[in-house]
């Protein structure tokens, strides 16, 4: 069975920063590409970032880039979000996908990251 | 305001059919036949319906249905059910540095 875990969301004041784990399981990690989305609190999901299967290929949404840094182990099946200078427009639950470049099938239940003062 | 533009509400009764579109350019819907659809209900993690315009996952019911014109790509759920009452968005691929955008969702109402 798919699993995917996120972990390392809370609050956080402005300016800071927070990394974000995605644990998976049940599939082979390596051969497939990872996504980032988020949704801020009753509004509609956004995407953040994408890897692809052995971490050569990156992208990200124009209101990240710069801040926000995804990377992958493959020996460790995790996937993370490194987010610096954090802004409150970033407060939202971020969710991470598995799946191909331009979609991912499986989702983990997502993690709350707050900013705020 | 989302690259990707889709009515805010629809509604049917169970049994009927209804058709969400997703409004995009010839950048993104108009040029690739990448676009996806996502259900999520309240408080939970999406789920892939469609993807790639018009295939559905395994174990997706196929009351669910994609298709594409020009830059406007459609979601069709046929014989409504009331657990379809969800949230529902499209994505597409830009072939950009950011390469994927969401569009701003649609809730369907089950009446």
């Known amino acids: 069975e798919v699993q995917l875990v996120e972990s390392g969301g809370g609050v956080v004041q402005p300016g800071g920063s927070l990394r974000l784990s995605c644990a998976a399981s049940g599939f082979t990690f390596s051969t497939y590409w990872m996504h980032w989305v988020r949704q801020a609190p009753g509004k509609g999901l956004v995407w953040v970032s994408r890897i692809n299967s052995d971490g050569s290929t990156t992208n990200y949404a124009d209101s990240v880039k710069g801040r926000f840094t995804i990377s992958r182990d493959n020996a460790k099946n995790t996937l993370w979000l490194q987010m610096n200078s954090l802004r409150a427009e970033d407060t939202a639950v971020y969710y991470c996908?598995?799946?191909?470049?331009?979609?991912?099938?499986?989702w983990g239940q997502g993690t709350l990251v707050t900013v705020s003062s | 305001q989302s690259a990707l533009t889709q009515p805010a509400s629809v509604s049917g009764s169970p049994g009927q059919s209804i058709t969400i579109s997703c409004t995009g350019t010839n950048s993104n819907v108009g040029a690739y036949n990448y676009v996806s659809w996502y259900q999520q209900h309240p408080g939970k993690a999406p789920k892939l319906i469609i993807y790639?315009?018009?295939n559905r996952p395994s174990g997706v019911s196929n009351r669910f249905s994609g298709s594409k014109s020009g830059n406007t790509a459609s979601l069709t759920i046929s014989g409504l059910q009331t657990e379809d009452e969800a949230n529902y968005y499209c994505t597409s691929y830009t072939g950009t540095s950011a390469p994927v955008v969401f569009g701003g969702g649609t809730k369907l109402t089950v009446l």
């Open positions: 996908g598995r799946g191909s470049g331009t979609y991912s099938a499986s």
């Open positions: 790639d315009v018009s």
